[in-house]
Structures are given as C-alpha cells and as structure tokens.
C-alpha cells in the first residue's frame, strides 16, 4: 500500500533562515504531488504541484519555492523565513490521472 | 475561478443526534466533490467523493453526501454522530475541464460531539 511521510513533524525557525521540508511517498511511481498551507479558519491552499521529476507549478506567489528532484520526494525550501511563513505544511499525492489526493501528517512550521 | 464554502465553522452536537455540514461550491462547469476529515492527531483522510453517477454517495463511517447540481451544493450527512465523529471536515471542489490539478478547499467545519 502506499505511504507518504513528511519531516520533520515541527520546526520553530527563527525569521530569516532557511527551511527545508521533505515529502517522500512510498509505493507508488509517478505520483502527482502537492504542497498546501493549513491556516486557521482558512482551509487549504495549494502552494505548489508537480505532475514529473523536476516540473514545478506555482499556484501563488509566496517566499517559498519547491523542488522534486526524484520521483517520489518533494521538497518545499526557503532562503530567508518570513514570520507569515508560520503554519502548517501538508504534502499530498494522487495517482497518474486520478483526482483523489492523499495526504501526509503534516509539518507544523512557526517562525518567530 | 472556483471557491467552496462552508458556513458553518463550528458545530457542537450530541452523541446520536444528526448532522448536516453544509457546502456549496462556485463553478459552472462539471465538478469533482470531496469530503476530508481530519481527527484530532491524525491525517487528513478522504470521507467520500463523488464523480458522476448517483447524486447520493456514501462514504465510509456512516457518512454520506447529496450533489444537488442546481444548489451548488454537496452537503455532508450522518444520521445519528458518535462522539468519535469529532473532528474537523474539509469540503473540496475540483472544476474537471479547469485543467487545473489540484483541489479546492473550503475553511472547514470543526465538529464537536459531546457525550
């Protein structure tokens, strides 16, 4: 069965340094992948996708910036951490055209 | 561009009393629908979906949704909660002829169910 992890679970970073957030799904080739932000009373918002290996959407345009550089790994990365940057992070997949996405554990960031 | 509400954020309920959370949704075209629920500690895990088909889906835990297509409308019910119900649900829309991949997601209902 497939299995997506995400790490770490917290991180409390200080403004102005770098994250990185790692996704990494198992059982499963040439997934979809996706980066959301859970705020509070805000839903999901959709921060970036990838449909490949190194293919990128952005779907807003933010201090993050995302990469893939294998097939089932995503990465979500900073340089500089602003404190609007704190929430929580979730990861998910969906399957080569099928619409339904799952969902990692989630990375809850707070940047002080 | 598509965007879902859900109008009620909070609702606190007793153990076998019945639920109904509503969602309507903004998009012309044909649609995908989801319910997500997301228990306390746990990931946010698919309730149920509905593609085509019957308008009446049920999903998993007792729970079912009606598509009513001239409401905009996929609102979740349950006819009797459980105090395990607790949790928060996420509806989601996505428009299937957007080309665009990923859902949309309403705020959420955060569900409480009291013993």
């Known amino acids: 069965s497939q299995t997506i992890h995400q790490w770490p679970a917290t991180l409390v970073q200080p403004v102005g340094s770098p994250l990185s957030l790692e996704c990494t799904v198992e059982?499963?080739?040439?997934?979809?992948l996706y980066w959301y932000r859970q705020a509070a009373g805000r839903g999901l918002q959709l921060l970036f996708y990838?449909?490949?290996?190194?293919?990128i959407s952005s779907e807003v345009p933010q201090n993050l910036s995302a990469s893939r550089p294998q097939d089932r790994q995503f990465i979500l990365s900073s340089k500089k951490l602003l404190l609007s940057d704190s929430g929580f992070y979730l990861c998910?997949?969906?399957?080569?055209?099928?619409?339904?996405?799952?969902f990692g554990p989630g990375t809850r960031l707070l940047v002080l | 561009a598509q965007s879902v509400s859900q109008h009620n954020h909070h609702v606190i309920l007793s153990e076998a009393a019945s639920l109904e959370l509503g969602c309507n949704y903004s998009y012309g075209g044909t649609v995908n629908l989801f319910w997500y629920v997301q228990y306390p500690g746990q990931h946010l895990q698919l309730l149920l979906k509905y593609f085509s088909g019957d308008p009446l889906v049920k999903g998993i835990k007792g729970f079912e949704a009606e598509f009513i297509k001239s409401k905009f409308s996929f609102n979740l019910r349950k006819p009797s909660v459980q105090w395990s119900d607790t949790a928060e649900y996420f509806c989601?829309?996505?428009?299937?002829?957007?080309?665009?991949?990923?859902?949309?997601f309403g705020s959420g209902t955060r569900l409480q169910v009291q013993p």
């Open positions: 989601a829309v996505k428009g299937v002829d957007t080309g665009r991949r990923a859902l949309t």
């Open positions: 990838s449909v490949g290996i190194g293919q």
């Open positions: 998910a997949w969906s399957a080569r055209n099928q619409e339904t996405q799952y």
């Open positions: 059982g499963t080739s040439n997934p979809n």
